[in-house]
C-alpha cells in the first residue's frame, strides 16, 4: 500500500502560491485605492505608482489596515495559532542607526504607527503575505529584500498585544483574541439570590486603563515567574493586578507601578515572608518592561 502523504499545516498552506499586484489586494481587502490613479500615467500607472506599491502598510480612516508580512515570521504557538511577534519600532531604529532611515526606516515607523492607529480607531486588521528573498535586518551589507510571491489571506488578523513603550507586539491571525482580565473584572454578582449588607470605609478606585494596559504588556503570562494565566470559561485569560507601591501607602495608579502576576505570586507578594523581597524584584521587572 502507498504511503500516505502527510497532511498540510496551515501555516504551510498559508505560504503564498503566486504574486498578486498589491494594488488588486489592497482592494481586495476592502481600501480604497483610487488615489492610486493620480499620477502621471493615470489609471495605466495605478498598480506601479511608487507612492504606494513600494509601502508595506496601507491605512484608511475608519476602515482597516492592511499589513505586509513575511511569512517566513510567522509561526504556530502553543495554542495551535499561527501569530506574528515582532517590534517595528526596533526595526526602524535599527534601520536609522545605520543610516538608512529611508526607505527601511520609514517603512518600518510607519507599521508601528499602522497598529497604534488600529488600535486606538479599533480598525480591521488585513494581512498581505510575501516569500521571496528576505532581508536579514541584522546584517548591515544585506541587499534589498526581493518578494516572489504575494497573497492576501482570507482571514482577518487581530493585535493580541502591544506594547506602547517599547513598541513589541503580538498579531495573531483570527478574530480578536480572548480578553485579559483581573480580580477586578469579575462580575461581583453574577445573578441569583444573594445576601447584601452595608459597609462604611474608604475604597481606592482603580483606573481600568492602567490595568487594562498592564494586562496587555503581560501577553497573558505572569510578570514574575512567566506561568501563562489560566484559561476562563468564556475564554478570558486570567491575571492578577498588583500595586506593587500599594494606594493606601502612597504608590499611584500608574502602570510603571502596577505588575501582572499569576494568583499564587499575588498572595504571596501580601502575605509572604518575602514580601519586602518581591517588592524590590516587581520594581526592576517593571522598569525594563
Known sequence: MPEQPSATSELEALRPARKDRVIDLVRAAGLDVSDWSNSSRGEAGA???PKYCYEWVFVEAGNAIVLNL?????AEDAEGRIVHRGNFREDAEIQYARGRGNPWGLRATRLDAALQAALRDDLAVRVILNAGVRRDRDDPDAEASKVELRTLDPEPWSIGAYDAATGKHLLIRGAAPPAFVDQFSIDSDPGGASVRSEQTGSVFVRNPKVREAVLKRSCGRCEHCDEPGFRRADGAIYLET?????LHEGGPDLIGNVIALCPNDHREAHYGEAAAALRLRFIAIVAVA
Open 47 to 49: 498598480a506601479t505608482n
Open 70 to 74: 513575511w511569512h517566513v515570521l510567522l
Open 242 to 246: 498588583h500595586h506593587i507601591v500599594p
